[in-house]
Nanobody, 124 residues
């Protein structure tokens, strides 16, 4: 059974940093599509970053966030720097065994497995 568990969320002041982790069990990260999504209160869930044929970032986080993964630990990370209050959201990791994206990397229907999320709160 596949399980994704996020951790590393918390409260931080604007300009600060956090590193989120997504640990997988029953699933191997290598050679698969992986992504981070977020959902702010009252808003739809949106893509933040993903691995596919390339590495993808939402325009709102480019230059501030970095997605990475450690195959040996079967863990994916999201390093978030220069955080802004608008980054406040529940952050989810997602994965699929599909060998390639059939749509845009942020199209959520492509991701079969989802974690339960970790809350990030950025105060001004």
């Amino acid at each position: 059974q596949v399980q994704l568990v996020e951790s590393g969320g918390g409260s931080v002041q604007a300009g600060g940093s956090l590193r989120l982790s997504c640990a997988a069990s029953g699933y191997t990260f290598s050679r698969n599509r992986l992504g981070w999504f977020r959902q702010a209160p009252g808003k739809e869930r949106e893509g933040v970053a993903a691995f596919g044929e390339n590495t993808y970032y939402a325009d709102s986080v480019k230059g501030r966030f970095t997605i990475s993964h450690d195959n040996a630990k079967n863990t994916m990370y999201l390093q978030m720097n220069s955080l802004k209050p608008e980054d406040t959201a529940m952050y989810y990791c997602a994965a699929t065994t599909a060998p390639y994206f059939t749509d845009s990397w942020f199209a959520q229907f492509q991701y079969k497995y989802w974690g339960r999320g970790t809350q990030v709160t950025v105060s001004s």
